[in-house]
């Protein structure tokens, strides 16, 4: 099979469809790869870069459009493209269905196979052909770090010999892949970073990378299934609307995220939250593309207001990495829908089904809704017994066992003193309680003292003790009894000395 990649016709995009890696890895899929002429030169690559990963350089789009099983684009074909298209081409494209419906049907009639590589559903298998959350990294990203461009000082607080340095104070609306991307780069620069977002359940992903979560005090949570915010309620929007106003005085950089499928951007920052904001603040709108979240975002422009606040609506796409990261995208994509020597188009597919959005000469959109989150399941009630009833039975239970095991002991004691000798017995008496209590004594030892040298030196000691008492007579001025006394004394020191300094170095880790 052949993958063509044409150039991209559209002035301001500068990313490609594939890259030199990524033409390496369709190949090993099977897959013949065809490119056009300087396709990827607004991206850093050369026609000999790819010419050296194994591509074809063809000429023209219509060689590729006609020639080629499957495309591979990054933006929405024009129309004048879709009439270069044969019948039975698989593209794989943004595409935008919801804002599209002249482009899929003209699709539709070339009966092109057209799939939305922004529809793809946002479920656990699907994540590495996710491209929304691919290029949302990198624009997340990149806000934070245009934004410290415009703004002109140190985002990270500094006390130099010249005087100190506040830290910059960056908030961040909307906490999806994108806002997630911009609190880490903010915050690892260095930056006072606090987030909003109207799904409380991001709270703690906002927390865990060092952002303060801001809310409003209405009990209304965003969250829906397909992972997008739902449009809130005119309290909730109200009091939104009050904190943005009260951040947008203090903070000094404002990043706005929010965006909803098939829809305008709903307007976050208003004129007059501009107003109150300090001269050399700066705005970073990733919404300025379907309308803005700011009201005096222009799209694809950077300028400044009257009261000298820095407004971006464009971001350098860093048009290499984006390439790269989008290429393995669709790589991952042609991996499920089985490479070059089993390719197929499953329309029972979740993935495929969802984002084929023209198939043999029809319209499949809208599909049908695949909730992301699953449904929380009913927990199995969990019977807690006393805890004084299990230890009363544990303690039992090994009472049992300790008496058990003496009694296996002693009749086998019993069986071995009826042949063997009498010298034999008392030795090895001596040798089978020694190790018995030895163990004992390990064996009762918190797992927490239990390193070898505490292990060996008990056990060492018990055996002193054992044989120390078998010894001692009623004869106190005996020299046996004084030494056996001495040799008890002395390992009793040594358990009880290990102890106490094991438990003084324990102590030292503890706070």
């Excluded at 946002?122 to 410290?148: C, F, T």
């Excluded at 390439?323 to 499920?336: F, K, P």
């Excluded at 197929?344 to 809704?369: F, H, L």
């Excluded at 049992?400 to 008392?426: E, H, N, R, W, Y």
Aim: with cysteine.
């Amino acid at each position: 099979m052949k993958v063509g990649i044409p150039s991209e016709i559209f002035p301001n995009e500068l990313r490609v469809a594939a890259t030199p890696k990524t033409v390496k890895r369709l190949q090993k899929q099977g897959f013949e790869v065809y490119i056009q002429h300087n396709a990827g030169i607004k991206a850093n690559f050369s026609d000999k870069d790819f010419e050296e990963a194994g591509a074809k350089i063809v000429a023209t789009a219509v060689e590729i459009y006609g020639k080629s099983d499957i495309v591979l684009k990054v933006k929405e074909p024009a129309m004048e493209e879709v009439d270069m298209m044969k019948e039975g081409l698989v593209m794989l494209s943004y595409l935008w269905p919801a804002q599209n419906q002249p482009l899929l049907q003209k699709l539709a009639d070339k009966k092109v196979n057209a799939i939305a590589m922004d529809a793809i559903p946002r479920i656990s298998r699907a994540q590495k052909m996710d491209v929304l959350s691919s290029m949302a990294n990198i624009a997340g990203y990149r806000a934070v770090i245009e934004g410290s461009y415009h703004f002109g000082r140190f985002l990270n607080g500094q006390i130099t010999a010249a005087g100190k340095v506040e830290p910059a104070k960056i908030l961040v609306i909307g906490a999806g892949v994108a806002g997630l991307a911009a609190i880490g780069a903010a915050n690892s620069l260095g930056a006072i970073v606090r987030a909003f977002d109207t799904r409380k359940e991001v709270a703690e992903q906002i927390e865990s990378m060092g952002a303060q979560f801001l809310t409003v005090e209405i009990n209304e949570d965003g969250a829906t299934a397909s992972g997008y915010s739902k449009e809130m309620s005119k309290a909730f929007i109200d009091a939104e609307m009050a904190l943005f106003k009260a951040q947008a005085a203090e903070v000094d950089i404002i990043i706005t995220t929010a965006q909803i499928p098939g829809r305008p951007a709903p307007k976050l920052i208003l004129a007059d939250h501009v107003a109150v904001m300090k001269p050399g603040s700066v705005i970073v709108d990733l919404a300025a593309s379907s309308g803005g979240n700011c009201e005096l975002t222009k799209n694809g422009e950077v300028y400044t207001t009257d009261n000298g606040v820095t407004i971006i609506g464009k971001l350098n796409q860093l048009p290499s990495q984006a390439s790269q990261l989008y290429g393995n995208n669709l790589c991952h994509l042609l991996d499920d829908m089985g490479k070059a020597e089993k390719w197929k188009i499953d329309m029972e597919d979740a993935v495929v089904s969802r984002a084929m959005v023209t198939y043999n000469g029809k319209i499949n959109w809208p599909p049908a809704p695949l909730p992301v989150s699953p449904a929380k399941q009913k927990v199995a009630e969990v019977v807690v017994e006393d805890p004084k009833v299990v230890a009363a039975r544990k303690n039992k239970k090994e009472a049992t066992s300790m008496v058990i095991k003496l009694s296996v002991i002693g009749l086998f004691l019993l069986m071995l003193g009826q042949f063997a000798p009498s010298a034999f017995m008392q030795h090895f008496t001596v040798f089978v309680l020694a190790v018995f209590i030895g163990w004992q004594v390990i064996w009762n030892v918190s797992h927490s003292l239990h390193t070898p040298l505490m292990a060996v030196t008990n056990a060492i000691s018990g055996i002193i003790i054992v044989g120390g008492l078998l010894q001692t007579t009623d004869d106190l001025t005996s020299p046996m009894t004084i030494i056996a006394f001495v040799a008890i004394l002395v390992a009793s020191i040594n358990i009880v000395g290990g102890f106490v300094v094991t438990h003084r170095m324990l102590k030292m880790f503890k706070k």
